[in-house]
């Protein structure tokens, strides 16, 4: 073997591509290291026999038409092929196969390096499955999303949720620049985009409102995420586009405020019906009384139906000192009627609606209000709300006690009046005691509270610059406070 | 006419309670909670008694037990009489009911019903 034939073979062994070399008649002459930890197979035990042995058998049809066409026309360029490989041990794997011919003197020779695809097909089919997950959760979310590629802006993707806010379908998105499809939102929208991908950015959580051209007449609530994915090239730098509708959501929220106060009236509806009938039972034995008079006497006693008069007039008052004080449920719109008023009144005027309820449940109720206190400036009905809503809470807390006590107090400390609801209750524990002003937190059983009343008040009192706070000792009831700004 | 025990803690109510029934020709006396209805009821020993539910320290319904338990010495028909009010779920005039009144009236009620009532009771 001359020196060159020995370099070329070490060569060969030692690439680490498999490489084949077999005659015309497939018989095998060269079978590198490569080759060998591939198949399994040694060279000295695979040297003379068929190519054909390294070729699954369905294949070895496919693999003799392949090397036809190198047989008939002496093609000498390489042409890849996939084919499924068989190892020494019968297992399969996919392989590729660069095939080359060469003609020496008296034979033909095929060169064939052969490269293992299995992690190739792994990889394609990975991205194929991500890709079809994909479709199936763009499609099936409930939230819009579109990507937006290059400078125009034009639609890569877009999901079926978006395309329905959009009022167009999927189709009329594709491949389209955004200022073509929405040509209404491309003044609002394609600044901000273009500032998302210049500064690489991205908008997260944006609020905001938009008449959308299908429903020119009542504007939707949209919160949007516009999220850059940057890439060299600026042609295919895009915009993840991820956007909400929330108009639903948000009718639903003020629904379930509408709720929670009705949830309110109910747990002290039945004090309120008792203290409603009480008035009004006078008011119709009196009337029955003055009816009786007028009807038995000729010359009646003046004095007695006036007196009844009287005495109906006062029911009717009392009847209707309660009813006033259920518009604290029924306002909804926030009209901000800010005025100065003393602390001590509102608290009594919040008992107006619960007295009874207390009563009948025998709940002993200690008021102690400094007096002379200044006043604070606030939307008394809605701090009336507030101080109603504490009462309330402080009732629920006694259900179950043996003890039934509650204490209210007002004083004043610095530029602030205070108001304290105690109640002597079981308490909240430590662990949740910081949660109680978060929406939807309840202690209450399943169905007694919507969780929402001390969180509405926090935020009551908090648009009233003053605080709401709680402080518990389990055993040992709890105290809300309320301190307001003094009035100037 | 009948001599009437009216116990209700809403003074003004108990009052033209009391002024309807002397019109019509009745003996009434108040009380104004259950407690001192049960003293009255030992002294005055009513042929009718018309008792609110509702009330401070001793309250209606416990009135009712004390005097079915001591009925054999006071052999006396009640009517009870609520606004409505109730504890929990139940109502107060349904329990009232079910420990053994006579009549139930439900506030607001006519002064014919309560004459209608009496005179049924005391026929």
Redesign the interface.
Known sequence: MSEAEQRLETIISTMSDAIIIFDEKGMLETFNLAAERMFGYSHSEVVGLNVNILIAELHRGKHEEYLKPYQESGEKIGTRGELVGQRKDGTLFPLDLALSEAHLVNQTIFTGIVRNLTECKQSDEALQRITRYLDVILRNLPVGVAILEGPEFHYFRINQALANLNGLSVEDHLGRPLAEVLPHAKEMIIPELNKVIDTGCPILHREFSIRLPNNPDSAVNLVDWQIPVPNKDPKLSAVVSIVVDTTQLTVAQSMLVESAKLAAIGQIA??L??????P???????A??TK??LEQELDFNKE?VSD?LN?IT??IDRATKIIKHLRIFSRQERLNEYEKVDINWLVNESFVLLH?TM???RIDVKKELAESLPQVFCDYIRIEQVITNLLSNAKDALQVSDVKQLVVRSYQRDDNVFVEVKDSGKGIPKAVIGKVFDPFFTTKAVGQGTGLGLSISYSIIQEHSGTLTAYSKDGDGTCFTISLPIAK | MAKILVIDD?V??N???K??LE??GHNVVCAFDGKQGLSLLVQVKPDLVITDI?M?SVDGLQFIMGVKDSITIFPCRIIA???????GGANYLEMATALGVDDAL???????ALEKSIETLLA
């Open positions: 039945s004090g019906a008792h203290e409603i009938n009480q009004l039972g006078e008011i119709k034995a009196r029955d009384f009786l008079i007695k009844n005495a006062v029911g009874e009563r009948l449940e | 809403d003004s109510f009052d033209s309670l002024q309807y019109y019509v509702v401070p009489m609520s606004g409505g009010g109730r504890i439900e506030k607001p009620f006519g002064m014919a």
